[in-house]
């Protein structure tokens, strides 16, 4: 606690007034990166909504940009993914957090089926997680082996193949 109120330039009572634990904290950053990329997922929709493939690049360039700092980001996520792992109200509030997420996404990816009169032939939802895991997993193996797997490389490749499996 010490260490995030110097670096952010606060008091422990400033921290505590705004936040009950770091997991507050934590669950607060990731609610705030999904409400931005979600909004400019949406604002990309007036225009690209009906060509899904336009659509699937230019929201996977937003997820690449979404946390400046891809290694931190990813280590901040991670840990708090392994906390949850073995906290059980950590992994509620991660639940909780990453369902909100999933199901916004879900309508954005209804909203663009429909958009674009595609038909998904795995639920919606279904779609989402896949491609959350895709991503996080890439991210993992970009990380670790920048020279081998270039940043968004195989969401670029993968995604439009499994997209075109699943719709018609």
């Given amino acids: 606690m010490e260490d995030i109120c110097e670096r952010a330039g606060f008091t422990r009572g400033a921290f505590y007034s705004n936040f009950g634990s770091k997991?507050?904290?934590v669950l607060a950053m990731f609610q705030a990166t999904t409400d931005r990329l979600l909004e400019q997922i949406g604002a990309l929709l007036p225009d690209l909504a009906n060509q899904p493939g336009?659509?699937?690049?230019?929201?996977?360039?937003?997820?690449?940009?979404a946390?400046?700092?891809?290694?931190?980001w990813h280590l901040i996520s991670t840990e708090f993914t392994l906390?949850?792992?073995?906290?059980?109200?950590?992994?509620?509030?991660?639940?909780?957090q990453r369902a909100m997420f999933r199901e916004q996404l879900t309508r954005l990816v209804e909203e663009i089926t429909a958009a674009s009169n595609l038909r998904l032939s795995?639920?919606?939802?279904?779609?989402?997680?896949?491609?959350?895991?895709?991503h996080e997993g890439a991210r993992s193996q970009y990380l670790l082996e920048p020279a081998k797997v270039p940043a968004g490389s195989l969401e670029h490749t993968?995604?439009?193949?499994?997209?075109?499996?699943?719709s018609s």
């Fill in 83 to 96: 906390d949850a792992l073995r906290n059980a109200d950590a992994a509620r509030a991660l639940n909780e």
């Fill in 23 to 25: 997991d507050e904290l």
């Fill in 54 to 65: 336009s659509l699937l690049d230019a929201v996977l360039g937003l997820l690449d940009d």
């Fill in 158 to 166: 993968f995604l439009p193949m499994i997209l075109e499996t699943v």
């Fill in 122 to 134: 795995v639920p919606p939802e279904q779609f989402v997680r896949l491609v959350m895991a895709l």
């Fill in 67 to 72: 946390a400046p700092d891809q290694r931190q």
